[in-house]
């Protein structure tokens, strides 16, 4: 998918300007502690913290606009609602396999896709599913998984009325 998504970038000038259009959705640090606690990749995300971000993040998808042009959008909309479902169903199934250092590659994948998109709120829900996979959190995985099927879902139905 980065292949395609290099092909019709520029060279990466206006990179700083996404990534500050991404450090503007998303909330301050101290929205994201739980009192404090401390593990392997740094405080632990809630669960729900991606209910705090929108969908989509237009700002992002303004600059791939411009970074591109028009014609190019839905084209790379068009990976990333193919990427999307495959990096969700790699997910659920690693999730059944109890393999979590895959499901957190996957996760991370699908954080990173996910932020370049401006799909924030998938974005922080692949986040915290990373996290969990790190830190052996079982636990919380199920739930965080369920949530992800659905937000996916919706972040698929809004980049639908941007390209149609």
Known sequence: MLDAIKKFLPELKSQT???????K???????????????????????????EYPILDMGVIDQMREDTGDESIPMLIDVFKEEVPMRVSNIV?????????????????????SGSFGAMQLNSLAKSIEFAAKNNRRDRLEKLVTDLENVAADTLSAYEGLVN
């Not at 300007?17 to 991404?22: A, G, I, M």
């Not at 301050?28 to 632990?44: F, T, V």
């Not at 199934?93 to 699908?110: C, I, N």
């Open 17 to 23: 300007l996404l990534t500050q259009e991404v450090e």
């Open 93 to 113: 199934a690693t999730l059944k396999e109890q393999s979590l250092d895959m499901l957190g590659r996957e996760a991370h994948t699908l954080k990173s896709t």
């Open 25 to 51: 959705a998303r909330p301050s640090q101290e929205k994201l502690r739980n009192g404090g606690s401390r593990a392997r990749g740094g405080s632990e995300p809630l669960g729900k913290e991606f209910l």
